[in-house]
């Protein structure tokens, strides 16, 4: 039996630890080809380059992959151009990440990580997105990298229906102090914000987005309380973003005088 | 009965036509005040600004409104310094646009208009996305603003549940020609993509994004559906991705070897 074709990407960029580790993971399971960014792309979300070209460099960073390619765009734009101008078919899996950092709960929405493995499902591409709950530059990916190879396994055995794509986080331990995988939902969460005020040289008004991370859902089959417990955390994901009880409610109670 | 206070906010920044049909629109109903993008911001999807200070410039552009600010970042930082700078409260609603072009069907995902919408979601403010599908610099938004104002008539008649808020794309059309407002689903479409590579005049090769739309969806219940047949399309939206398919997939499938 033929390896599979296996598209490797990430968002904070191809010189990224994260990446170099779910390369190696990978590569022991298919043949691997990468397309990533070539500067750091975190907090990108779904962004997509429309209004100026795109650059592909082949580069030498990976002994173990086929082809690699960093992109001057956005994660979303290296899945679109790895699909049509690299690889000219559909690879059979595509895996985003490692991140530096949790993409867990809420997170999700902002991730650039998260936005490629996206892509790559609405192209009906198997996809996962791995993130690690640690934004050390210099984190140690070994348990991130083993539980990558241990669901990129599975995934390829029992594959998702179409448009259900994966978030994977793994928290930030020794492969021994973990204590398995927990399969669950998006925890209700957010980001409590402040902007902090500065004044620049000039005596202009500046401000720096910041903030912490609360978790508001109490539940045991979310995504948090499988990190806060020690477990990775899987959350299939999919990306029609329908509400039917909003459908619903506009049904029984709205009525328009046009 | 004291005015609801409406935050606007847009994608294709705030000396777009659109956004001024909005805002005249809204201060009919409520007290408004406007902070969007200070440059075009379209395809920014949920981007948000982490390594570099926002700017925030108090300009008068609309004669109705209390206050409107130019923001240096993209349409979800424009909520979140909204909320902490500007207003130091919740607004009762955010309504962003309207967008020059259609967000209908999968473009909720690329979307800098919808992903303000949402981020106002997150933090529990109902929220609105308008799109127009026409992209048209001057475009005619007269029935854009018309059923603008209809939609957020009901909204603060009969609220939604938390985290639910909503997607409206209006066809192209004059007001006498759209035949009412359709609530439906988001429909299964995608762009089929392409590159275009093209050497630059130093010898080195750049791509440019194309493609074009393809509705896969033969549902009479679709956005698509509802704009292909001259309606208004509302299509409730939320933001837990959670797909519980996918658990139950892997609940009785997967097995992992660890």
Chains 1, 2 share one sequence.
Not at 26 to 41: F, L, N, R, W, Y
Not at 213 to 233: H, I, M, P
Request: hydrophobic share 35%; aromatic share 8%.
């Amino acid at each position: 039996m033929s390896k599979p074709l296996i598209l490797v990407t990430n968002d904070d960029s191809i010189y990224s630890k994260g990446i170099k580790a779910l390369v190696e993971a990978m590569s022991e399971i298919g043949d691997v080809v990468v397309v990533a960014p070539d500067k750091p792309q975190s907090g990108m979300g779904r962004a997509v380059t429309l209004n100026k070209p795109l650059r592909l460099n082949k580069i030498s960073r990976f002994n173990q992959v086929e082809e690699s390619y960093t992109c001057s765009g956005t994660p979303v734009d290296c899945v679109k151009i790895a699909r049509d101008i690299v690889l000219h078919r559909k690879p059979d899996l595509c895996v985003s990440g490692i991140n530096h950092g949790s993409n867990s709960s809420i997170n999700i929405l902002y991730s650039g990580t998260m936005s490629a493995a996206v892509e790559a499902a609405i192209e009906h591409i198997p996809s996962i997105g791995f993130s690690l709950c640690s934004h050390d530059l210099d984190a140690d990916f070994t348990a991130a990298a083993h539980y990558a190879k241990v669901i990129v396994q599975q995934i390829l055995k029992h594959p998702l229906e179409k448009g259900i794509l994966l978030n994977v986080n793994i928290p930030d331990l020794p492969l021994n102090e973990i204590k398995g995988i927990k399969t669950g939902h998006q925890a209700i969460a957010k980001w409590e914000e402040e902007f902090e005020e500065r004044i620049d040289p000039r005596g202009s008004k500046y401000y720096w987005l910041t903030g912490k991370f609360v978790n508001y859902d109490k539940r045991e089959n979310t995504d948090e309380w499988a990190l806060e417990n020690g477990f990775v955390s899987i959350v299939p994901v999919q990306f029609d973003m329908t509400s039917h009880k909003g459908i619903e409610t506009i049904h029984h109670h709205w009525r328009y005088d046009q």
